[in-house]
């Protein structure tokens, strides 16, 4: 007797109670952001299992990591589900693999999996012409997982590419390619892709190891489906075979891993394939507020009745906010954040998201210098490696001079020993590798402007030091989250803040040129605002400093069509009030201290006797700790403070970039130099 369904529909829509009760063949569930997919997912296979429809044991769900699967594997044994296996599709592989390969090949070990492909890439791409040899050894993996992921091979990828846009010339992929192939067979390991081939060619062939895997599985259910390759979907129909009961969940607008070979065309065309199955379509979001999900169906051209439909109760409009530039922008990032947290929001329900890991640094020296905690989701700054290359390079053949000079040769040494380009690169992790060059380089012209006599050694340990802080300094697990907009996919937070949303950085520069690589930018804004639970907060600065260049910048298209009104007020809003200076353009005389050095302020007179009485007290100060200067506080603040010629503790608190850590140590002694100093 089928018991009866009821506990396993509480608190459903009539939408994932659809999916929930379609336990038997083909089923695609479209699962929109927030709509309770995992909800679904769980109490589909406890249903499944618990009416008798399958055998628990001959369950196999598929998950993207393998912190999913077990989660999977816990909520199913809470649900009093046991049995089920849940495996991403590179670990069952591998489980089938190992399992059937002594039989196939009694005379030949199993090769062991190469846990890290950019090892023999990275020494491949070293090789490669001129500046050619600085390509990112992950571009060149994404890149060869494409070719694989559309079943090109070395000899025919440059014939494939129809329309494709590679890192680096074709033909340097092809010889990498080959390369690549040649070194992994002399050093007897596979990849990850050759695992997936091996086992699909084990099935392909292997009549009898094809039946026992049909005999151990029989039912399916595959999650993030918009995300599935060529390679892994070959398996998948492998493992199914002439059977139906297969279930996949996936959702089209989160689609943003194209460029390692997801495709999202598996899902789109599952219908097709399967013309009777079940069709789910979950759109009720309970996630984020109604004004939230209205400017995300608008962002990615969802119109009336075919978006996200909100359950929440309505909050706050998103806030839309036009920068003069970077640096005001990231002050008022700061005080927002502060604001939220002394509001009594926890600082692990506050996200700040971006489009690329270089943006957070900034961020993270303002939030430090506020006291306010946050983690990374990510690699450090000081970690990458092209970061250590640098300060080596620097600490071993840094150029003589001092101040303006020693910046001007400085550059010249990036580029000639580092690769770095100012101008747009291919790949993205090029765009993150000249990304993080340009930090340093900024990071860099600060330490010099805060101390111009500084050579290439007081330059470098300066950034040591910084570097050492950064170690230092535990990420707190309770703070804020500072990540990059692919890396929060599938996480959420109360309040998320979106700065930068510039035409260059969303969509990146050049992906107009690719209409693919534009709707994947446009999915990947709707990605970041989908995030919000209630709280959202959009930003752009009109002019930002590019590598010691200050550069124009627009507010990103993509929100001029989602919130055109919106966009148009808060650039209303940013004009100066009659009788306020205006910024000066990129370029004029009073836009820069030098070239290559770019002050993103206005421009002060830093003769004043004000703005001396401050340098020299943060020097004092900075030699009795033994830090740089600018990390006691950057010239930004000391042109703040200038401007505003506070009085008193309170004043003081006030200015943007003077966080409580500042005020309480040194509010006072800031206070007395700007008296001792007098009128001006």
């Known amino acids: 007797m089928t018991p009866d369904p009821t506990p396993w ?62 989660e999977l594997v816990a909520r199913l044994a809470e649900a009093g589900i046991t049995g089920m296996t849940a495996r991403t599709v590179h670990g069952a592989a591998w489980a089938q693999l190992r399992h059937f390969w002594p039989r196939r090949h009694p005379d030949r070990a199993l090769p062991e999996v190469l846990g890290n492909p950019y090892r023999i890439v990275g020494r491949l791409a070293r090789r490669l012409p001129g500046g050619f040899a600085f390509t990112p050894a992950r571009d060149l993996v994404d ?28 033909d340097l992929v092809a010889r990498i390619f080959r390369d690549y192939e040649r070194e992994k067979r002399r050093e ?8 997936l081939a091996l086992t699909a060619e084990l099935l392909e062939e292997d009549a009898e190891a094809r039946a026992r895997v049909h005999e151990r599985y029989a039912w399916f259910s595959v999650d993030e489906y918009q995300d599935t390759s060529a390679d892994q979907q070959r398996l998948i129909d ?14 089209l607008d989160q ?59 309505s909050g706050p409009p998103p806030s839309f906010t036009a920068h003069a530039d970077e640096t005001e922008e990231i002050a008022a990032l700061t005080a927002a954040v502060r604001g939220h947290l002394a509001a009594g929001t926890p600082a692990a329900e506050i996200a700040v998201l971006v489009r690329l890991n270089a943006q957070l640094l900034p961020i993270e020296l303002a939030f430090r210098e506020a006291g306010i905690p946050f983690r990374l989701r990510g690699r450090r700054f000081f970690d990458r490696p092209e970061i250590r290359d640098a300060l080596a390079i620097l600490g071993r053949d840094g150029p003589t001079g001092t101040g303006e000079a020693l910046f001007t040769a400085l550059e010249r040494l990036f580029r000639e020993r580092l690769g770095y380009e100012t101008e747009t690169v291919r790949g993205a992790e090029a765009r993150e590798r000249q990304a993080a060059l340009r930090s340093l380089l900024a990071l860099s012209a600060e330490a010099l402007r805060a101390e111009p006599t500084r050579d290439a050694a007081g330059l470098v340990d300066a950034l040591r030091r910084r570097a050492a802080e950064e170690a230092a300094d535990p990420e707190a697990e309770t703070g804020v989250t500072l990540s990059t907009l692919h890396r929060a996919k599938g996480l959420e937070w109360e309040v998320v803040f ?10 990146y520069e050049r992906s107009a040129e690719d209409p693919e690589r534009l709707a ?4 990947l804004l709707y990605v970041g605002i989908t995030r919000a639970r209630r709280v959202l907060g959009i930003s752009w600065a009109h002019r930002r400093d590019v590598g010691g260049r200050a550069r124009n910048r627009e ?73 740089a200067p600018f990390i006691i506080a950057p010239d930004r603040v000391l042109d703040a403070i200038v401007r505003a010629a506070p009085r008193s503790l309170a004043d003081l608190e006030a200015i943007r970039g003077v966080g409580p850590r500042t005020l309480e140590e040194h509010g006072r002694a800031i206070l007395d130099a700007l008296e001792s100093a007098g009128p001006g």
């Open 255 to 313: 689609t943003i891993h194209t460029y390692a070979g997801a495709s999202p065309a598996f899902l789109a065309g599952f219908t097709d394939r399967y013309p009777q199955a079940v069709v789910a379509d979950l759109r009720e979001n309970h996630r984020s507020s109604p004004e939230i999900l209205a400017l995300a169906n608008r962002a990615i051209g969802r119109g009336p009745g075919r978006g996200l439909v909100a359950t929440r109760p």
């Open 555 to 627: 507010a990103s298209p993509f929100l001029l069509v989602a919130a055109p009104d919106a966009v148009r007020r808060a650039e209303l809003a940013a004009r100066p009030a009659p009788g306020r200076p205006r910024l000066p353009r990129p370029g004029s005389a009073t836009s820069r201290t030098g070239r290559g050095v770019a002050d993103p302020e206005v421009a002060i007179d830093r003769e004043t006797p004000g703005f001396r009485a401050l340098r020299a007290w943060r020097l004092e100060v900075a030699r009795e700790r033994g830090v």
């Open 9 to 70: 529909l509480a608190g459903l829509t009539e939408a994932q109670a659809q999916a929930v009760l379609a336990v038997r063949g083909p089923v695609v569930i479209h699962a929109g952001a927030g709509t309770g997919k995992t909800t679904t997912i769980i109490r589909r296979a406890a249903w499944a299992a618990a009416s008798g429809a399958v055998d628990p044991r001959t369950a196999l769900l598929v998950t993207f990591t393998e912190k999913a699967a077990a």
């Open 498 to 507: 979106l700065p930068a949303l510039e035409d260059g950085l969303l969509p």
């Open 520 to 523: 994947e930018e446009r999915r």
């Open 143 to 170: 890149e060869i997982g494409w070719a694989r992921a559309h079943s090109l091979g070395p000899g025919t990828y440059a014939a494939g590419l129809d329309g494709h846009e590679p890192p680096i010339p074709p």
């Open 238 to 251: 492998l493992w199914v075979g002439d059977r139906q009961d297969l279930c996949v969940v996936g959702d």
């Open 188 to 195: 007897g390991v596979i990849d990850f892709h050759d695992m």
